[in-house]
């Protein structure tokens, strides 16, 4: 499964991103990565490229609403068509609600949520001509429990899911699912909570429930997923 499909992937340069990239690269996806750093892009091509699989990628701020539209003409060259679009760009500001300032606000939204939307107005545009495609916005628990000193980051973790809902609604019509699926702690580089030392799960064993998603048929949608890891305090409190 996954021959000649191509999944584009947002934030595909570092952490969740380019496990997933990896992950769907090795089940036989083309893959597209688009991301503002072109070192990291070019080193995830390589791992790519080393697997086997093929690779591209396109450096812009996704929460740019032309450089946007210029990365989804330069997937069209690249590959014809999107089945998947992975939505994996956000970025963690960890501060209490008073320090917060209007710049940062802004820094954490932009990346957070308006990007995953303009990556998803591109790829819906496509998916409905081409009436098929799927939409995986990674999400995260503070969804669904929001830490202290993380305003601007659970505002736009809940826009996600608002944004998934109204992508699955709309998207019925014309045959383009879309999943939330909301992460606990997982280790990646860029370590989001330096002082928590709350369990996390691998950042392999994450995507490879998000490579189980894009593999699933087409008729089928995961609307909504919590991943963690079994010890990390979620459920009741704490
Ligand atoms: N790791 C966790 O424990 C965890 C838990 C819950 C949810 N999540 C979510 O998982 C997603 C991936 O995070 P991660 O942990 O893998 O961290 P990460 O390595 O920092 O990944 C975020 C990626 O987004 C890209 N990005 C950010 N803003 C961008 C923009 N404006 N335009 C283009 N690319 C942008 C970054 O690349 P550049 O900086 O090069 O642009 C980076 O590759 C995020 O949505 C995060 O909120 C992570």
């Known amino acids: 499964m996954g021959t000649s499909r191509t999944v584009v992937i947002a934030g595909g340069g570092s952490g969740i991103g380019k496990a997933v990239a990896m992950a769907c690269g090795s089940a036989g996806f083309a893959v597209a990565l688009l991301g503002r750093?072109?070192?990291?892009?070019?080193?995830?091509?390589?791992a790519l490229d080393d697997c086997g699989s093929r690779s591209f990628f396109v450096v812009a701020d996704l929460s740019k609403e032309k450089e946007v539209e210029d990365a989804f003409g330069a997937i069209d060259g690249f590959a014809g068509r999107i089945d998947i679009l992975v939505n994996s760009t956000g970025v963690f500001a960890y501060q209490p609600i008073p320090d917060i300032s209007l710049e940062t606000w802004?820094?954490?939204?932009?990346?957070?949520?308006?990007?995953?939307?303009?990556?998803?107005?591109?790829?819906?545009?496509?998916?409905?001509?081409?009436r098929a495609g799927r939409i995986i916005n990674i999400g995260s628990t503070s969804a669904k429990r929001v830490r202290p000193d993380a305003a601007a980051y659970s505002a736009a973790k809940h826009g996600i899911w608002g944004l998934t809902q109204a992508i699955a609604l709309e998207?019925?019509?014309?045959?383009?699912?879309?999943?939330?699926?909301?992460?606990?702690?997982?280790?990646?580089?860029?370590?989001?909570?330096?002082?928590?030392?709350?369990p996390a799960m691998s950042v392999d064993?994450?995507?490879?429930?998000?490579?189980?998603?894009?593999q699933l048929p087409d008729h089928v949608n995961m609307l909504e997923a919590t991943i963690l890891h079994q010890g990390q305090p979620f459920v009741g409190r704490g």
């Open 205 to 214: 064993e994450f995507a490879e429930v998000v490579l189980g998603i894009c």
């Open 37 to 46: 750093t072109q070192a990291s892009l070019e080193a995830s091509c390589r």
């Open 106 to 130: 802004d820094r954490v939204i932009s990346s957070t949520l308006t990007a995953p939307f303009l990556c998803a107005r591109e790829a819906f545009k496509r998916m409905r001509r081409q």
């Open 171 to 198: 998207g019925r019509a014309h045959n383009i699912n879309c999943t939330c699926i909301n992460p606990g702690r997982v280790t990646v580089e860029r370590c989001h909570l330096a002082d928590c030392d709350e």
